[in-house]
């Protein structure tokens, strides 16, 4: 992940993914409860235009943030957050990293793992969330510049490697699971989100996903949640 001649293919769906209020919130939520005290530093990595930032920032929890896209960088920047360089500088800065669908743009994502578990200090808590399963890789993930989509013993390894020790793992969003694979089968052949039937989903269904990831978290999912934490 590097901001040398980077820059970010999926803006439009970025932009559309901004609307998803439940599914953001769910997220953003997961960040909170390891946010256990005041002052405790937080670093936003692959913080695109700010989405999650904003809804820590108004929950008083202001991240720093990393993203190699120039365009996002000067976004972020005018909403006045502290934008961390990708070069090595100060090890085991954070008690708390949050990454939200980043991994998988990373060619070299072990060396990625690594980078963040040299960020997080002695007990802090990495906190990732990527897209799941290779049978859903479609015409989205090709526009948006996804390498992989993941498994959970997949993502556990790359993070056990990098000397983290896995605090939970599950898979998220089944019914997204299947919506994903239509979107597949019959959704658009350019790989761009429809506002409008992302906005139903998530209003009118992914509460209901939500509630089912306890039944289905070891089986399926669109995405694989993992928090992790640094010995």
């Known amino acids: 992940m590097t901001s040398s ?23 953003v939520d997961t960040v909170e409860k390891h946010v256990t005290a005041p002052g405790l530093r937080v670093l936003d990595f692959g913080a695109g235009s700010g989405t999650y930032a904003d809804l820590l920032a108004a929950r008083h929890i202001v991240p720093d943030c990393l993203e190699p896209d120039p365009t996002l960088q000067s976004a972020l920047r005018s909403k006045g957050y502290q934008l961390v360089d990708e070069t ?6 954070y008690g708390v990293i949050y990454t939200f669908n980043v991994l998988e743009h990373i060619e070299n994502d072990q060396a990625a793992a690594q980078r963040l578990a040299s960020l997080l200090r002695p007990g802090g808590t990495l906190v990732v969330y990527v897209p799941a399963l290779e049978v859903l890789f479609s015409a989205m993930d090709v526009k948006v510049g996804h390498y992989r989509r993941y498994r959970r013993a997949q ?8 000397g983290l020790l896995i605090v939970e793992s599950r898979y998220c969003d089944p019914i997204g699971f299947f919506a994903t694979l239509a979107y597949k089968l019959f959704g658009r052949s350019d790989g761009t989100i429809n506002p409008a039937a992302l906005k139903l ?27 992790a934490t640094k010995a």
């Open 201 to 227: 989903y998530d209003r009118a269904v992914f509460p209901l996903s939500k509630a089912l990831q306890s039944v289905t978290s070891r089986l399926f999912g669109k995405n694989v949640l993992i928090v």
């Open 155 to 162: 993502l556990e390894q790359i993070l056990r490697k990098s």
């Open 5 to 27: 001649g980077f820059a970010y293919t999926g803006c439009s769906n970025l932009e559309a993914m901004a609307e998803a209020v439940n599914y953001n919130r769910f997220l």
């Open 88 to 93: 090595p500088g100060e090890p085991e800065r």
